[in-house]
């Protein structure tokens, strides 16, 4: 019975790692995600980046690009 026990706690032991490895992957994670809503703030449309983040299509990125361009061109003027 005695190898039984040690037995029966190092598996609670290694499921508290096992738990504490998971919180901290999870903690992690958001950590990182609150990382690129951070950064996302300050993508302007019609940046490569802010499409990517945004997951525009092809179509509506051209329109922004295009729309930044002209935008571009009026405060040149």
């Known amino acids: 019975m005695k190898l039984l026990d040690k037995l029966k706690e190092k598996k609670l032991e290694l499921e508290k790692k ?11 994670k958001a950590e990182k995600m609150r990382k690129v809503k951070e950064e996302a703030k300050f993508y302007e449309p019609g940046t490569f980046r802010y499409g990517l983040y945004h997951q525009q299509g092809v179509l509506d990125f051209m329109k922004d690009v295009k729309k930044r361009r002209e935008l571009k061109q009026k405060l040149k003027e």
């Open 18 to 28: 096992v738990q504490r490895g998971r919180e901290v992957t999870e903690q992690m």
